[in-house]
């Protein structure tokens, strides 16, 4: 069995909260692969400006765009499943593409396909702020490091 590595409970980061202006990039502390999320993208074109947001497979941790609306509220998640058969969203915590590192039960699946003002608050006020609390899934690479 690998030996576990020890980490400090990190903080949360939310694709629907980063800026286009300064994505981040991410190196993995665990397998070393390195990330860029981004919240969005706008292509300028002959037709106006198209918006492709940035969203996260909860099962495989693969990234996409998109450019799908919504009637009501701000999507949050895509109604085409990824190849894995995962839901893309945009509303939960980012993690490892690779090894799924910062994973936590709280990424999953949801019937929910949108956000209100008020839960993007939430997210928007949690957003580098706050500590992930919650256990890390499909890995036996780390642990919490208790204060």
């Given at each position: 069995?690998?030996e576990?590595i020890?980490?400090l409970?990190?903080?949360k980061?939310?694709?629907?909260?980063?800026?286009?202006?300064?994505p981040?990039?991410?190196?993995?502390e665990v397998?070393?692969?390195?990330?860029?999320?981004c919240?969005?993208?706008?292509?300028?074109?002959?037709?106006?400006?198209?918006?492709?947001?940035?969203?996260?497979?909860?099962d495989?941790?693969?990234?996409?765009?998109s450019?799908e609306?919504a009637?009501?509220?701000?999507?949050?998640?895509l109604?085409?499943?990824?190849?894995?058969?995962?839901?893309?969203r945009?509303?939960?915590n980012?993690?490892?593409?690779?090894c799924?590192?910062?994973?936590s039960?709280?990424?999953?699946?949801?019937?929910?396909r949108?956000?209100t003002?008020?839960?993007l608050e939430?997210i928007?006020?949690?957003?580098?702020?706050?500590?992930?609390?919650?256990?890390?899934?499909?890995?036996?690479?780390?642990?919490?490091?208790?204060?």
């Open positions: 069995m690998t576990k020890k980490k409970i990190p903080y980061y939310y694709l629907i909260e980063m800026s286009p202006y300064r981040l990039r991410l190196d993995c397998c070393k692969t390195t990330s860029s999320f919240g969005h993208m706008r292509l300028n074109t002959s037709n106006g400006c198209i918006y492709l947001w940035h969203y996260q497979c909860q495989c941790g693969k990234l996409t765009y450019d609306k009637e009501k509220g701000t999507i949050v998640a109604q085409e499943a990824c190849e894995c058969g995962g839901q893309f945009r509303d939960k980012i993690f490892c593409t690779s799924h590192y910062r994973k039960d709280e990424n999953r699946s949801e019937e929910t949108t956000a003002k008020k839960q939430v928007k006020k949690s957003n580098d702020a706050e500590e992930m609390t919650l256990q890390f899934e499909k890995s036996d690479f780390f642990e919490f490091v208790e204060e």
